[in-house]
């Protein structure tokens, strides 16, 4: 008997077999009543919505990574002319270093997001942390750019890692 149909899977459209239960691809219910199939292709479609903004989201979170770039530019600038001293020239060069990194992690973040903003996230952290050591009082100098900071790169790191477990579920690579 052949049991090889050329059937196309209404929702992804992959070719499965006639007795398969569901699609291997997308998980469609082919054995399904016309009721189960309408609910799965409803669900589908949500998820492929929530897919969108969380996509969004991530964009807007990585574009805080060259903000944060900037954000060092312009302090370096501040400190660099402000201060006056041995370790002007050393300070300048650590900043040149943070300036490059967060710039690279930025576009790192267009082929991994997630990666690139926990070692943003983490480089920003052990920056404020080191800078504490040294002088305890700059941990309150321009709290809230830090916060929102930290704030938009925990938003973006928990979208990615949504967008990841909704790709699984969609089947999308
Ligand atoms: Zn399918």
Same mark, same amino acid.
């Given at each position: !008997?052949? #049991?090889?149909?050329? #059937? +196309?899977?209404?929702?992804?459209?992959?070719?499965?077999?006639?007795?398969? /239960?569901?699609?291997?691809?997308?998980?469609?219910?082919?054995?399904?009543?016309?009721?189960?199939?309408?609910?799965?292709?409803?669900?589908?479609? $949500? &998820?492929?919505? +929530?897919?969108?903004? /969380? #996509?969004?989201? $991530?964009?807007? =979170?990585?574009?805080? %990574?060259? @903000?944060?770039?900037?954000?060092?530019?312009?302090?370096?600038?501040?400190?660099?002319?402000?201060?006056?001293?041995? +370790?002007?020239?050393?300070? %300048? !060069?650590?900043?040149?270093?943070?300036?490059?990194?967060?710039?690279?992690?930025?576009? @790192?973040?267009?082929?991994?997001?997630?990666? =690139?903003?926990?070692?943003? /996230?983490?480089?920003?952290?052990?920056?404020? %942390?080191?800078? =504490? $050591?040294?002088?305890?009082?700059?941990?309150?100098?321009?709290?809230?750019? &830090?916060?929102? $900071?930290?704030?938009?790169?925990?938003?973006?790191? &928990?979208?990615?890692?949504?967008?990841?477990?909704? &790709?699984?579920? %969609? #089947?999308? +690579?």
């Amino acid at each position: !008997m052949e #049991n090889i149909a050329n #059937n +196309d899977c209404s929702c992804c459209y992959t070719k499965y077999e006639i007795n398969d /239960l569901f699609c291997k691809t997308c998980g469609f219910p082919f054995q399904g009543t016309e009721q189960d199939q309408k609910n799965f292709l409803s669900e589908r479609n $949500v &998820k492929e919505i +929530d897919l969108e903004s /969380l #996509n969004e989201k $991530v964009a807007t =979170a990585c574009k805080s %990574l060259y @903000w944060l770039s900037g954000l060092t530019a312009f302090s370096a600038i501040v400190i660099y002319f402000s201060s006056a001293g041995e +370790d002007q020239l050393a300070t %300048l !060069m650590t900043n040149i270093f943070l300036i490059l990194s967060f710039l690279g992690l930025g576009i @790192w973040s267009k082929n991994k997001p997630t990666a =690139a903003m926990i070692t943003g /996230l983490s480089l920003y952290l052990i920056i404020i %942390l080191l800078n =504490a $050591v040294i002088s305890p009082m700059t941990i309150v100098s321009g709290l809230i750019v &830090k916060i929102i $900071v930290i704030g938009a790169l925990i938003k973006g790191i &928990k979208a990615v890692l949504e967008v990841d477990k909704l &790709k699984k579920e %969609l #089947n999308i +690579d």
